[in-house]
């Protein structure tokens, strides 16, 4: 304990100062926490440069100033919900927080919300669009035509599946329940006009009597919403489309304060959908105001028991984590990593290309080590045959050799210098004169043939000598001595 403290008071004494020692993720965790603090929520207006979309869904880009430069990230999730999208050179506001990245040491702000700042370019072009087209007199009042009054069909062209065609159905119904043909198209994006000008075009090819009638009226009908959502309305095929319109056309865009040019080529302009279809039809029944006055009531008192549970919901949403700052430092490092690695497999690739066209280049041709190997193995194959009939000749020559003294050792040789082969009767070479015996039958192979004969006598050569033979019928000595024999 005692070294322990002379090292630290040694420390301190050199150091002159008794900071505490952070590591960088703690005095990285420390300012992250200082700007969300002291930056719970802002709006931004800048120049978008440098957009990108990573695979994972995010947007990154900057916002930039004559003077300065922000970087702006928007997750997966917030970008489906907006209404205008970045891109480069847009000047837009951007809602959100401000946050840090510990991974660059940099400060950025979390996108929630985006809108457009520069409006007034929009408006400047639907202006001159305006005149333009007032100039052709699509707008004039003499081109305009009566709507019916009691229509038997009724057009819609909006998108089947916002609530818009729910409200004009819904007030259809309450005021004059009539026949209805919708016409499902885009109200908004890039193929929306083309999709609008087509449906008003072909509700009007229509032919009365058909198996689909053609309408009495159409309604032209969209939700509320910034002049970018209601820029299809103000597109020239939409607006040319409405004017040579030959059945009468309401047109429903927005809300009352809303004001695009089909509003002019139209016959009618309704401040809302709703409107659209209290024009289109008379009411019904006067006693259906009490119904809708309830109805608004308990709409009311839905939209009060919603907002209590909303707000209540609200208040412990507060109370849990928020999962999107939990994982968005690692959210963000994922995508830094996966740009990395993309960057880093397309310089490997190109490495190892570039080394695999060296290597090629370095490699001689084929065709020249085959030929100096063909040149080889003929060589080869024509010291192989001189080899060949070389070993040929001198075994032709010992075989020869060997043919010749086998000849001359042969028994067929012997027998011509007066010899001859003696066999027994089953055919057996007679090697030795032990195995006969007087009375055998055996057979002499000469060179020139082969004769018979009758063992006589065996014994060792020169000691033998010729049985004489015992004439037939001689008869026996009269002496009564049979064993004694003849002696001559």
């Not at 000008?197 to 090819?205: S, T, V, Y």
């Not at 095929?237 to 040579?244: F, G, I, Q, T, Y």
């Not at 119904?291 to 412990?316: I, P």
């Amino acid at each position: 304990m005692i070294a322990d403290r002379s090292t630290a008071n040694t420390t301190e004494s050199e150091t002159g100062h008794n900071l505490p020692e952070l590591s960088v993720s703690e005095i990285s965790q420390a300012l992250k926490r200082t700007v969300e603090g002291a930056f719970q929520r802002v709006r931004v207006r800048g120049e978008v440069s440098g957009f990108k979309r990573a695979a994972s869904g995010h947007m990154y880009f900057t916002l930039k100033d004559a003077d300065a430069v922000l970087d702006g990230i928007c997750w997966r999730g917030t970008a489906a919900r907006l209404t205008v999208m970045p891109e480069d050179g847009l000047e837009i506001i951007a809602t959100g927080r401000l946050t840090t990245y510990p991974g660059r040491s940099k400060y950025q702000i979390v996108v929630d919300g985006v809108e457009l700042a520069g409006e007034g370019a929009l408006l400047k072009l639907l202006d001159d669009r305006r005149r333009l087209l007032a100039a052709e007199g699509l707008f004039d009042d003499d081109r305009k035509r009566r709507l019916p009054y009691l229509p038997d069909v009724i057009g819609v062209v909006t998108s089947p599946t916002g609530a818009v065609i729910r409200d004009i159905l819904h007030r259809l119904s309450d005021r004059f329940p009539r026949r209805v043909l919708v016409w499902p198209v885009r109200v908004q994006g890039d193929s929306a006009a083309t999709e609008i000008a087509d449906a008003i075009r072909g509700f009007n090819k229509l032919e009365a009597g058909a198996a689909v009638p053609r309408p009495d009226v159409l309604i032209v009908a969209r939700g509320g919403g910034s002049i970018e959502d209601l820029w299809a309305f103000n597109e020239e095929a939409v607006v040319r489309a409405a004017a040579e319109s030959d059945i009468p056309l309401i047109s429903a865009v927005g809300h009352e304060t809303d004001t695009t040019l089909i509003d002019f080529a139209a016959d009618k302009r309704a401040p809302t959908p709703t409107a659209a279809a209290e024009m289109a039809v008379p009411v019904r029944h006067e006693l259906l105001a009490q119904v809708l006055a309830d109805g608004a009531r308990l709409v009311g008192a839905a939209n009060r028991r919603l907002a209590d549970g909303r707000m209540r919901l609200d208040a412990a949403a507060r109370g849990l984590p928020d999962l999107s700052r939990l994982v968005g430092d690692s959210v963000q490092r994922l995508d830094e990593w996966e740009e990395r690695l993309r960057n880093s497999l397309h310089v490997g690739l190109t490495a190892r290309r570039g080394q695999l066209a060296a290597t090629a280049g370095g490699l001689r041709r084929p065709d020249h080590l085959i030929g100096r190997g063909r040149d080889r193995v003929e060589g080869e194959g024509r010291a192989l045959g001189r080899a060949l009939d070389g070993y040929l000749k001198d075994r032709r020559a010992r075989l020869g050799q060997a043919s010749a003294l086998l000849e001359s050792y042969s028994h067929e040789r012997v027998m011509e210098r007066g010899f001859a082969l003696v066999t027994a009767a089953d055919g057996r070479t007679v090697a030795s004169v032990r195995t006969l015996a007087p009375g055998d039958a055996v057979n002499l192979r000469f060179a020139d043939g082969a004769a018979g004969a009758i063992i006589d006598a065996t014994g060792p050569a020169g000691a033998s000598k010729a049985r004489p033979k015992r004439k037939a019928g001689k008869r026996q000595s009269k002496t009564n001595d049979d064993r004694q024999g003849e002696l001559l």
